[in-house]
């Protein structure tokens, strides 16, 4: 499956939390509210074209409307975005990027409990 744009990214946030099939008025609408993006019509209609012929969505058509569905879910994505991630910059290392984060700005009590957690379950 071919990498998302930052653009797709974008477009496919919005059809990931709108938790429905949904039209790209719906898809408009939200991408002005949410992401400040004042977007054409035209230029959302590619991006989502792009998203189709990559195997993200499926669109179908109801009357005058289209509609557009997630092929792929969300959590799938991130898990996959997220060892693309660990692997380039920390060596597929969590540790790395948790060290790497905590170097430049403070965990609060909450995060450290909650990484804690987390560690304690892979034990």
Partial sequence: MDMMTDCEQIVMKSVWDAGKDVSLQEIMKDLETRFHKMWKRQTISTFLLHLIEKGYLRSYRQGRVFYYV??????????????????????????????????????????????????????
């Fill in 70 to 123: 997630p092929l792929v879910k969300e959590e799938d994505y991130k898990e996959e975005q997220t060892k693309l991630f660990l692997d380039f910059w920390f060596e597929g290392s969590p540790a790395g990027m948790i060290a790497a984060l905590t170097e430049k700005e403070e965990l609060s009590s909450d995060e450290i409990s909650r990484i804690k957690e987390l560690a304690a379950k892979l034990k």
